[in-house]
């Protein structure tokens, strides 16, 4: 009964959402950085985690349901291609004497409060 009072509220589930698309960014960010460099890594493990998003927030967070919204998913893309380029320009601006990791968690902050206002006023409205 608590556990389904606490995730009755929306900024909740986007949290634990948003929980699950950093792993997954920061997992995939922290295995491909040495090999294609931080700008890559960075669109790459966002894009994963942006995948992520998508599928829980429409059926989860937002309760969007099964029906298909070509808008709602271009909406959507133009959002997390901008928050993907912001982050990709932030993370290319933190000098190399910060260790990645926390240039990382940084900018994935900043993603995160475009990100759940955004989607919330205009992708999942």
């Given amino acids: 009964m608590l556990v389904s009072k606490l995730f009755a509220n929306q900024a909740i589930r986007f949290a634990t959402v948003g929980v699950s698309n950093t792993v997954i960014d920061f997992v995939v960010f922290m295995l491909l950085q040495s090999f294609t460099g931080v700008v890559a890594a960075q669109f790459i493990g966002y894009g994963a ?6 599928l829980w927030n429409r059926r989860w967070t937002f309760a969007r349901g099964k029906g298909f919204d070509f808008s709602e998913i271009i909406r959507f893309l133009l959002v997390n291609i901008t928050v993907a380029i912001i982050t990709a320009i932030a993370i290319s601006l933190v000098p190399a004497s910060i260790p990645v990791w926390i240039a990382k968690i940084a900018v994935t902050i900043l993603g995160l409060g475009i990100n759940y206002t955004v989607s919330k006023l ?3 409205r």
């Fill in 49 to 54: 985690g942006t995948l992520n998003s998508y």
């Fill in 122 to 124: 205009w992708v999942f």
